[in-house]
């Protein structure tokens, strides 16, 4: 088995271990425990999650939360001034990031070129340019409304309101369905606070707010954030996984934070996102001296690369070929990993967003 081919990342799910909705309550969740000390599988539920948890650990949850990042539009086929030429096709779009001031990153559905302006009711973008070297569909666009036939960019602080005022919640695209008002809910963690992410830190959906009460009573815990994007989803294109670029998300850990990990004996991440900002964070610069630190994260950890500071994992079960994938086999190894993913198959756990979860200690 190569562990530096992707190929060697793919195995077989049926249809029908996709979660396409959560489970209720959050603690009747299945938990695999993998002790990596004897390599013994327990299998549990997320009501008996504290359980396992060494008492000395620190847990270190992301606080992102979820924009409703999805708008649906019309492009605008005559004049902008004229209501009754708002009839081309329909158009979806998907935010990305902040660029800039009043330039923003997002990924379209249907033909744009530069100049097309869309419709999103009183709101209104521009194309101002293709950036097909990120990926099919991405563009820089502007946004403004009209006032008295006069174009008024949207200030930053407009344009996140009119996401939340008019945004869909983006759930992952191997979830076939609408999105829903419970997913408003659903789809986010109870301690999320500083919105930017795009897709969930799905490990953190399994807590509810009196889980998460008890772990911060019973347990050392702290919060970063790294907004998660959609290059979360995205699988790896090249057969050498070495060769792949990684996706970048903004990230920030606060001087609190900064301070526990640096002096922690063993640290639990909530999640592959916490994992990667725990990792950026020791290999840097303001780790040697417990400082708070914010840039973009874009560490890619595999079996050639594994963690040096995080001790144990809590995680979802991932889609094959991608780097959350890899980013489980970093701790555990790729034999180990598939090992581990059959099992759950075999008894049958629910996987993805929506999914069960797997503890590695």
């Known amino acids: 088995m190569n562990i530096l081919s992707l190929s060697s990342y793919n195995y077989t799910l049926p249809k029908e271990c996709i979660a396409t909705e959560p489970i209720t309550p959050k603690e009747a969740a299945k938990l695999l425990v993998f002790n990596r000390k004897d390599c013994s599988i327990t299998h549990s539920t997320f009501r008996n999650f504290a359980n396992f948890l060494p008492k000395d650990t620190l847990l270190v949850f992301n606080n992102t939360k979820v ?3 999805r708008i649906y539009g019309k492009k605008i086929l005559q004049n902008l001034k004229n209501d009754s030429n708002l009839c081309g096709a329909k158009i979806e779009a998907l935010f990305h990031k902040e660029i800039s001031e009043n330039r923003y990153l997002m990924q379209f559905k249907g033909r744009l070129k530069a100049g097309s302006i869309i419709s999103f009711g009183s709101v209104y973008a521009r194309i101002l340019g293709n950036l097909a070297n990120i990926g099919i569909g991405f563009k820089e666009a502007e946004f403004f ?29 191997y979830i076939k369905r609408d999105d829903t008002q419970a997913d408003k809910q659903d789809y ?10 795009i897709a969930a830190p799905t490990a953190s959906l399994h807590f509810s707010k009196e889980a998460y009460k008890y772990l ?10 790294l907004h998660t994007g959609a290059g979360t989803f995205l699988g790896v294109n090249t057969e050498n996984i070495l060769e792949h670029k990684m996706h970048t998300e903004s990230f920030f850990i606060p001087q609190d934070s900064a301070k526990k990990m640096k002096v922690a004996s063993h640290i639990t991440a909530i999640g592959t996102t916490a994992a990667r900002t725990i990792e950026t964070y020791a290999r840097s610069e303001a780790f040697k001296e417990g400082k708070a630190l914010s ?16 001790s144990a994992l809590l995680t979802n079960f991932h889609l094959p070929k991608t780097t959350l994938l890899m980013l489980v086999a970093s701790f555990i190894g790729l034999e180990q990993t598939l090992k581990l993913y059959q099992e759950a198959i075999a008894k049958n756990y629910r996987f993805y967003s929506y999914g069960d979860g797997m503890l590695i200690l």
């Open 67 to 69: 924009l409703p990042a």
């Open 188 to 197: 986010q963690s109870v301690f999320a606070k500083h919105l930017g992410a």
């Open 295 to 310: 840039g973009e994260c874009d560490l890619f950890l595999h079996p050639q690369n594994p963690p040096k500071a995080t």
């Open 216 to 225: 911060k009573e019973h347990f050392s815990t702290t919060e970063i954030t």
């Open 145 to 173: 409304i009209l006032k008295e036939n006069k174009e008024i960019p949207l200030s930053r602080d407009a344009f996140f309101a009119f996401l939340e005022h008019s945004g869909h919640i983006p759930l992952p695209p």
